[in-house]
C-alpha cells in the first residue's frame, strides 16, 4: 500500500458506505477490536481510580502511567512480530494470527496477576503485571493492526478503522463500566471505600474476557501477507525486518516525513494527557464507582462509537485530511468542558454532557487518524510501519503524563485541563501543513 489517494477517493453512495460494516472483514475486526481495547483501561484509567480509592497519591499515580509507555515503544519488537516464526504456533495458525493469539495469552496473565496483587500492601506486583499487561497488548496491536491492513483494499480502511473502533469502545465499556459494576457489586451497598476482594474478582472476570479475541483468532483465517524475500543470514534478516521498513517510509515521503511524523506525535496529545488524570478527578470530586461506570464508561463510549462510525463515513465521503483537522479541533475544544466542570462541582447531568462531547470528538477523530496511518505504510511491511506510526503518537503524550499528577498539585484540575486543552494547538497548523504538502498523486 503506497500512499493512495486520502482526498480524492472514489465517491460512495451514502447506502454502499454503511453497508461495509456488514462485511466479513468488518465483523472480524469488531471482536477483534473488543480484545485490543479491554486492556488498556485495566493498565491505565480503571487502574488509575483503583490506585486513588486504595489511597496510592496522585504523584504516583501520574508516574505509574509511564507503564503507557510500552505502546510508544513496540516498533522496537514490531520486525519480529512482522517477520518471526512462533515455534508450533505459526505452522498451525499463520504468521499474524499466531502472534496475535500469544500477546493475547500474555494480556491474561498478566490480568490474573493484576487480580492476585493488593496495591494498598504492596504496589510492586501490581505494576509489573501492568506491564505485562502493556507489554502483550501492544503485541496484540502490532499484528492486528497488519492483520486489519492486510485484509482489505485502501478503500475500505476507514470503515475498517470505524469496526475496530466499535469493538474497541465497546471493550472500553466493559474495562471501564464493567469492572466498577461488578467491583460495585462484590463490595455491596453497605461497604465504602476501597476492597481489595471486590477489585479482585472484576479483574478476574476482565481476564477471561480475552477468551473473546482468542476464539476469535481462532476461528479467523489468516490474510495473505506480502511474499517476503528469504535471508540467507542473520545480516539479510535484520535488513529486510528493521532497516527495510523504515528506510521505505524515508525513500517514500522523503522531507515530508517529518512533518508527517511531528503531526502523529502530537496529535492526540491533549487526550492522552488529560486521560490519565481523570479518573483521580472523579474521584476526588465525590462521583460514586455506580456513577462513574454509568457516565463516563456507558454514555461516553457510546458517544465515541457514534464518532467513529460517523468519522469513518465522513471520511469516505469528503476525505480524510478534513476529518482530520475536525477531529483535531474537536478534541481540543472538549477539554476546556472539563475546566468548567471542576468548577461547577458534583452534578452528573453535568458530567454526562460533558462526558458525551468529549467522547464524540474523540471518536471522529480516531476514526480519521487511523484511515490516516494506514494509508501511510506500504503493505510490504505493514507491521513495522504501522507499529512505528501508532508508537510515536504515544511517545511524547505519555511522557508528559507522567507529571500531570505534579501538575494537578501544583496548580488543580480547571488550570489542567485548560492547559491539556492548548497542548492541542500546534496540531491544527501541522494538519493544515501535512495537507497542504500532499504528494502531487494524493491531491
Excluded at 487480580?115 to 496484540?140: E, I, K, M
Excluded at 461497604?191 to 479475541?213: N, R
Excluded at 465515541?304 to 463515513?313: E, R
Amino acid at each position: 500500500m503506497t500512499e493512495k489517494t486520502l482526498t480524492a477517493q472514489p465517491t460512495f453512495s451514502w447506502l454502499a458506505s454503511w453497508r461495509v460494516y456488514l462485511q466479513p472483514a468488518s465483523l472480524r475486526m469488531l471482536l477483534l477490536g473488543f480484545s485490543a481495547g479491554l486492556p488498556l483501561l485495566l493498565v491505565l484509567g480503571t487502574l488509575s481510580f483503583r490506585l486513588r480509592e486504595a489511597g496510592i497519591d496522585r504523584s504516583t499515580i501520574g508516574y505509574l502511567s509511564w507503564v503507557g509507555l510500552a505502546y510508544g515503544f513496540k516498533w522496537v519488537w514490531a520486525p519480529l512480530v512482522d517477520r518471526m516464526p512462533i515455534p508450533f504456533l505459526t505452522h498451525r495458525l499463520g504468521r499474524r494470527r499466531s502472534w496475535l493469539l500469544l500477546a493475547q495469552a500474555l494480556v491474561m496473565l498478566g490480568l490474573v496477576g493484576m487480580a492476585l496483587s493488593d496495591p494498598a500492601q504492596t504496589l510492586g506486583p501490581v505494576v509489573w503485571c501492568a506491564l505485562l499487561v502493556a507489554v502483550g497488548s501492544a503485541t496484540q496491536d502490532i499484528a492486528l493492526d497488519a492483520f486489519r491492513i492486510e485484509s482489505a483494499d485502501p478503500t475500505q480502511q476507514a470503515a475498517l478503522a470505524a469496526s475496530y473502533q466499535t469493538g474497541y469502545r465497546l471493550a472500553m465499556i466493559w474495562a471501564g463500566a464493567g469492572v466498577l459494576w461488578v467491583a460495585a457489586w462484590v463490595q455491596g451497598e453497605n461497604v465504602v471505600g476501597y476492597l481489595h476482594a471486590a477489585w479482585q474478582t472484576a479483574y478476574l472476570v476482565m481476564a477471561l474476557s480475552m477468551s473473546v479475541g482468542m476464539i476469535t483468532v481462532i476461528m479467523s483465517q489468516e490474510p495473505s501477507p506480502a511474499e517476503l524475500p528469504p535471508a540467507r543470514n542473520v545480516k539479510e534478516w535484520l535488513q529486510g525486518a528493521l532497516i527495510d521498513p523504515f528506510a521505505d517510509f524515508i525513500q517514500r515521503y522523503k522531507w515530508q516525513a517529518a512533518l508527517i511524523l511531528s503531526l502523529i506525535a502530537v496529535y492526540r496529545i491533549s487526550d492522552v494527557v488529560m486521560g490519565i488524570m481523570a479518573n483521580p478527578f472523579y474521584v476526588d470530586m465525590g462521583y460514586t464507582k455506580a456513577e462513574v461506570a454509568t457516565v463516563t464508561k456507558v454514555y461516553g463510549v457510546l458517544m465515541t462509537l457514534l464518532g467513529a462510525f460517523v468519522g469513518g463515513v465522513m471520511a469516505l465521503r469528503w476525505g480524510v485530511m478534513r476529518i482530520l483537522m475536525l477531529g483535531a479541533l474537536l478534541s481540543a475544544l472538549s477539554n476546556l468542558l472539563f475546566a468548567w466542570l471542576a468548577g461547577h462541582g458534583h452534578d452528573v447531568r453535568a458530567l454526562i454532557a460533558v462526558v458525551s462531547a468529549d467522547n464524540l470528538a474523540s471518536g471522529i477523530a480516531s476514526a480519521a487518524f487511523i484511515a490516516y496511518l494506514s494509508s501511510l505504510t506500504n503493505i510490504k511491511y505493514s507491521a513495522t510501519q504501522y507499529a512505528l506510526l501508532s508508537s510515536m503518537m504515544l511517545l511524547l503524550p505519555k511522557f508528559i503524563a507522567g507529571f500531570s499528577g505534579d501538575f494537578v498539585n501544583a496548580h488543580g484540575y480547571a488550570d489542567f485541563f485548560n492547559a491539556t486543552a492548548l497542548l492541542g494547538m500546534p496540531v491544527l497548523i501541522l494538519v493544515a501543513l501535512a495537507w497542504h504538502f500532499q504528494p502531487p498523486e494524493t491531491d
